[in-house]
């Protein structure tokens, strides 16, 4: 039996996608979570000197990109033909886009600065990129279905995490109702059958 160890830092970031597909897929793995304080140690050994790494069978496999794609793979969750796999990269990448100069703003020190940027943010690039995301959902099924085909993917994972921490920021959160088809897959994820179960079992985290 394949054995499979996350090593990530104690939170949903780039981690939780990874963790999302191994629990989809049925796999027990070993979910190795670090603090800050634990981190210098930890840095030091790691070919990137950053997480997240997931050894399959021992193999180490560096990025989160390439982590969640061959999981997306091996357990089905990436379409089902090389367009759908091609639209779903879109979808995670305009997400990547969209989450990582926002969830940066959370290290700015303190809340002042990090609602400043994430309003510069959110009303510059960060809207058209929503806006992208809710025209590509509108695409298939009127919206009412996933990104892609006919059951959850890689796309709609990415799409959950990254919108809970939209959530979860104080600009942000105000101004998520702009997009209602975009939360209503949200909430249809998280009542998913095979998906909140996880969900309901995971440690909390805003981000
Ligand atoms: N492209 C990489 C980026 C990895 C990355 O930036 N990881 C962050 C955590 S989300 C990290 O290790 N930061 C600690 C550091 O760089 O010291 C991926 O997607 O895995």
Redesign the pocket.
Known sequence: MTTYKLQY?DGR??GEVIRMLLSLGGKKFEDVRYSMAQWGDV?KDLPL????ILYVDGKPL????AISSYLAREFGYYGSNNWEAALIDQVVGVIIDLWTPLVMTIFLPDEAAQLAKQKEIFDGKAHGFLKFLEDALCKNKEGDGFFVGDKISLADLNFHTSWETLQNLKYTEKNLDKYPKLAALQARLSADKDLSGYLAARPKHNV
Do not use: E, N, V, Y
Request: aromatic residues 8%; proline residues 8%; glycine residues 8%.
């Open positions: 830092f970031g780039r840095k000197a950053q997480l997240p560096c990025d989160s990109s």
